[in-house]
């Protein structure tokens, strides 16, 4: 071979061999957190708790990449989905932002979100109900960061572990006789305007809104009759708890229970360590279950998700970031500072947490169609007539034409 060729080819070799080596260091620096590219991820979330979450993981995650900065804005879980529809598109919103799991409909539908990077691995990392929550036409969408769904609070210096009732029957019976024995305090109190607590009576024989899989848009299936009879039950509760329902907002009644003058509370893991700071000497239980039933009544199942905006810029690392959410290190740090359910199978040092999981099993998710943003507001107001002595099909008739929109 001609000496000028083979010098040029040894010259040609060793400058692909030089790229190659350089492509690929770049490539594992990258991968290991020390590119020269700065990205700052934008993170959504509610203060008191997940806030301060998301500063400490992203601290930990800033160790392993340190290319990558991570930036907490408030927006409370409840706003994000209507404000990134305005600050997605004008370039100003987030890289990742918290929202509910009923809002994912909402959120597709408005291409909003990206799907989720490598579903069956976060599906097998998270417990089922959440997968099965963030799952949207078959298409998984966010990582699940805490799983919730509510119980049964009880006060063991007013009931004993032994007298909680696991009926509903079973209760209104107790309650009528410590009502008449403890004047000023009360046997039960529960937000009864708020149909993320009053689903339960609708979901008799199986009925569940919207149907089995939560996606029949059909009717709600709120005024059926295992939903209207349910209801009358509900409705009858009030011997037992003679305040109006504008009494009976969540604040009033988590008062109530904090200030141990409540005997029995519905509300969540999220009252937890407020309960506890406050002195409350509490246990947690299933819901009772409702006439001719043996299982605990069901309830929402809410999951609380981290969504890579479908307007990042950093799409591949905020999916990375939101992945490391998911790990048993984050899951238990999430739980240490906010006191939520993991989303993933993982122990907890928890006392309060076997009731929660028992009722889980009996938990269905909130349906996540676009539809559900008419229930809130219907199944309130059809909540509160009916518990203040309104006719309880009629209530039940408007609502679910206030939610399909026949």
Request: glycine content about 10%; proline content about 5%.
């Amino acid at each position: 071979m001609n000496k000028k060729l083979v010098s040029a080819v040894a010259v040609l070799s060793a400058l692909t061999l030089g790229f190659v080596a350089t492509s690929c260091s770049k490539k594992d620096a990258a991968k290991s957190g020390g590119s020269s590219e700065q990205i700052t991820l934008t993170v959504w979330e509610s203060l008191n708790g997940p806030d301060e979450f998301i500063k400490q993981a992203g601290e930990a995650y800033t160790k392993t990449h340190p290319n990558v900065k991570v930036e907490f804005v408030n927006v409370e879980l409840g706003d994000a989905a209507g404000q990134i529809a305005l600050d997605g598109p004008a370039g100003v919103g987030p890289d990742i932002f918290g929202a509910p799991h009923d809002k994912l409909g909402e959120l597709v539908s408005g291409g909003h979100v990206a799907p989720t990077v490598n579903p069956d691995q976060v599906k097998a990392a998270v417990l089922g109900a959440c997968s099965q929550a963030v799952t949207y036409n078959g298409t998984m969408y966010g990582y699940p960061v805490s799983a919730e769904t509510y119980a049964l609070f009880y006060n063991k210096d007013l009931i004993s572990d032994a007298e909680v009732p696991t009926t509903w029957e079973g209760l209104a019976k107790w309650a009528k006789d410590f009502n008449s024995k403890n004047p000023g305090k009360r046997a039960f109190m529960m937000d009864v305007g708020n149909g993320y607590y009053t689903i339960t009576f609708t979901t008799e024989n199986g009925n569940r809104l919207f149907g089995k899989s939560g996606t029949d848009v059909s009717t709600s299936y709120l005024n059926t009759e295992d939903s209207i009879k349910g209801m009358k039950f509900f409705q009858s509760l009030r011997s037992i708890l003679d305040v109006p329902s504008a009494d009976l907002s969540t604040g009033n009644c988590d008062a109530a229970f904090q200030s141990g003058t409540a005997a029995m509370h519905i509300t969540g893991l999220w009252n937890v360590k407020p309960f506890e700071e406050a002195g409350v000497n509490f246990g947690v239980a299933p819901l009772p279950s409702l006439p001719g039933d043996n299982k605990p009544s069901a309830s929402f199942s809410g999951t609380r998700c981290m969504f890579v905006s479908a307007y990042s810029k950093n799409q591949e690392a905020a999916a990375d970031f939101a992945r490391f959410l998911i790990s048993p290190e984050m899951q238990q740090l999430r739980f240490n500072i906010t006191g939520a359910m993991p989303s993933i199978s993982t122990e907890v040092n928890s006392k309060y947490i076997p009731g929660f999981l028992k009722q889980l099993d009996y938990a269905f998710p909130m349906p996540s169609i676009p539809q559900m943003g008419g229930f809130w507001d219907a199944m309130g107001n059809a909540s509160k007539n009916i518990w203040d002595g309104a006719d309880v099909k009629g209530e039940l008739d408007a609502a679910n034409t206030v939610i399909i929109g026949q």
